[in-house]
């Protein structure tokens, strides 16, 4: 994962702590348990530094990351209290990461 800089500080995030990510124009929101960082990136940009085999994008707006997904459900996805839409471009690529890791 990246050092992202929020709020004047420098984070090292791992994997594990963002559970999904949100874009807003310029700027990202990622969500972790305990609180969401604001950073300034775009979701493209933001990608090519995740993990591949971690991080999932279902969206044009969201990024997930899969080992957090607790259902899957038609064009959504559930984590935490959240549910994420999935565009249908998107649907099949995790299904089949649904049937691999079974």
């Known amino acids: 994962m990246p050092l992202v800089r929020s709020n004047k500080k420098t ?15 310029d700027y990202l929101k990622l969500h972790r348990d305990e609180d969401c960082l604001v ?3 775009t979701l493209k940009s933001f990608q090519t530094k995740l993990p591949d085999n971690v991080f999932l994008r279902v969206h044009r707006s969201y990024i997930v990351n899969f080992n957090k997904i607790e259902y899957f459900e038609g064009n959504q996805v559930c984590i935490g209290s959240k549910i ?5 471009s998107y649907r099949k690529e995790i299904r089949d990461l649904v049937e691999k890791s079974n």
């Open 11 to 25: 984070y090292l995030l791992k994997s594990s702590d963002v559970n999904y990510i949100e874009s807003e124009g």
């Open 84 to 88: 994420i839409p999935v565009a249908s």
């Open 39 to 41: 950073i300034h990136d």
